[in-house]
């Protein structure tokens, strides 16, 4: 008898002009844009600082981290608290600004497929995918928390 192929419950996350997809495990929380108060002395793509759950955690952008604009203000704009993996993380979580309600999707070896992509140099970038025929992100957190701790430590921050 075949084996059914091993799935692996995602979250599909839609930004501007591309998506990331993430294991459903490393996401805290999709919820109501938060207005981030900015620190002065970071980079364009760290919006700033949000309270969610009582707690300041920092909010990227990741259309600024990848070079673009950072997109105005929309109506449908949320915002995806992703857990810091790592295991020297200086910060427990990430707001991430994203465009859309994301999505559960499953994936499986016939879903996913590796993509060749200008993104992958970018920080907070680990490979461009095909997902399901469609492009996207597979952020790497580790990368993306190293730089949001420095950018905080740098402007004087404590994390």
């Known amino acids: ?39 002065e002395g970071t980079e364009d793509w760290l919006l700033g600082m949000v309270t969610w759950r009582g707690v300041r955690i920092p909010m990227v952008s990741y259309e600024a981290l990848l070079g673009d604009q950072v997109p105005s203000d929309r109506r449908g704009v949320r915002m995806a ?7 020297n993380r200086k910060v427990d979580f990430i707001a991430v600004r994203v465009a859309e309600i994301p999505r559960l999707i499953r994936l499986d070896e016939d879903s996913l497929h590796a993509a060749p992509s200008a993104d992958e140099a970018a920080t907070g970038v680990l490979r461009s995918v ?9 952020p790497d957190l580790d990368g993306l928390e190293a730089a949001v701790a420095r950018q905080l430590t740098q402007a004087g921050v404590e994390v």
Do not use: C, H, K
């Not at 608290?81 to 295991?87: R, W």
């Not at 095909?130 to 597979?138: P, R």
């Open 81 to 87: 608290v992703f857990y810091a993996l790592s295991p």
């Open 130 to 138: 095909e997902i399901y025929g469609d492009t996207g992100l597979i």
């Open 1 to 39: 008898m075949a084996q059914a192929p091993e799935t692996l419950r995602s979250v599909l996350i839609p930004l501007e002009r591309t998506q990331i997809v993430l294991p459903n495990a490393a996401v805290a929380e999709v919820t109501a844009y938060v207005q981030p108060e900015p620190v």
